[in-house]
């Protein structure tokens, strides 16, 4: 059709037909869209400075077609820059990827709080807060920060996840209270840095955090897990390191927001600003009876078992080498914990 339409264009040496040249021009487009610059391969690309095909990561998201899986999932490559905005990964978009090049220069933000007048006039709620709210099973990031930037002014949360099997790399989650909200399903982390002061990763949640840095910029908590009473687990910290900023005087490892929180750390580090006794029962002596707090080998100056109180356990060799990623959050994370 195009050869009976255009005529071939001649250069030396070599004739080329309009359709020749229509097909390298394509071409050379895809290679421009999944190679950005220096960046890697990626289905769609975001600048904010409008170099790539989307300014923003919500037209991306919404771009993104419902037919991704394991084998092939969709990924958006997010340039570096500061992404103010509310981003909402629905329910249909499985297998979703975000791709940043660099999570201290790839932030997504928004600054939303819960005493924030919403529409009505009242209260918007802590619910209604999250700068990104992940709704897709099988969603997965890597570089990318997410942010609340409200401050210290109670509730606000960087990120809620309600989609099972998530998966994060070399990500950083910033706010003041109530970083994280893993509402529900099974999450994984791999050398990520959350940073907060007060419940700052809470919720029901089952979660492994592997070899991620917890940063404390306050005096208060750094979990509120409301683990429910037939899950297993909860929250797992795994060759950790808890950190703190000079200021810091007094944090505990969590307090239960329901009865039977489940949090355990392993292999550990943390810092002198840890309470002797570690955990905080949130004003009811009858949660000692019912929430799960464990400790395995945790070094630095804050690791003090013979300090902490008398209902967390301390767990043996055996007991600790059995908690693995795959015992925690199933089979489905086999080899996605090894790269």
């Not at 021009?25 to 190679?35: I, K, M, N, R, V």
């Not at 840095?193 to 979660?207: K, L, Q, S």
């Not at 991620?212 to 306050?218: D, L, S």
Request: hydrophobic share 35%; glycine share 8%; proline share 6%.
């Amino acid at each position: 059709m195009f050869a009976e339409i255009s005529p071939k264009i001649t250069r030396p040496g070599r004739t080329f037909s309009f359709l020749t040249l229509l097909l390298l021009g394509t071409l050379s487009a895809l290679a421009q869209q999944t190679s950005p610059g220096s960046g890697p391969k990626a289905d769609a690309v975001v600048a904010a400075d409008g170099s790539g095909q989307y300014q923003t990561v919500q037209a991306a998201i919404n771009a993104s077609p419902q037919t991704s899986t394991a084998a092939k999932p969709w990924t958006i490559f997010i340039k570096p820059g500061i992404y103010k905005e509310l981003i909402y990964i629905q329910r249909e978009k499985r297998f979703l990827h975000l791709l940043g090049s660099d999570a201290e220069k790839t932030v997504l933000t928004f600054n939303l709080y819960a005493s924030l007048p919403g529409p009505d006039g009242k209260p918007m709620g802590t619910f209604r807060t999250p700068s990104v709210t992940v709704d897709a099973d099988d969603f997965s990031a890597d570089g990318v920060t997410f942010e609340n930037s409200a401050g210290a002014v109670g509730q606000a949360l960087a990120i809620r996840i309600d989609g099972d099997r998530t998966v994060f790399r070399h990500c950083r989650f910033v706010g003041y209270q109530d970083t994280i909200l893993t509402n529900q399903g099974r999450h994984y982390y791999q050398q990520c840095e959350i940073r907060g002061a007060v419940d700052f990763i809470f919720g029901a949640g089952t979660d492994f955090f592997d070899a991620c840095t917890i940063h404390c910029v306050g005096n208060g908590y750094i979990t509120a897990a409301s683990t429910p009473q037939e899950q297993p687990f909860g929250y797992v910290f795994s060759h950790c390191t808890i950190t703190a900023d000079p200021a810091v005087k007094r944090m505990f490892l969590g307090r239960p927001w329901r009865p039977y929180a489940s949090v355990t750390y392993l292999n550990t580090s943390m810092p002198e600003c840890i309470a002797l006794e570690g955990w905080n029962n949130w004003g009811k002596p009858e949660n000692e009876l019912t929430m799960r707090n464990a400790e395995f080998a945790s070094t630095g100056p804050g690791a003090r078992p013979e300090s902490r109180a008398k209902w967390v356990h301390q767990l043996t060799a055996s007991d600790a080498a059995a908690i693995t990623a795959e015992k925690v959050l199933g089979d489905w994370v086999q080899g996605r914990h090894t790269k």
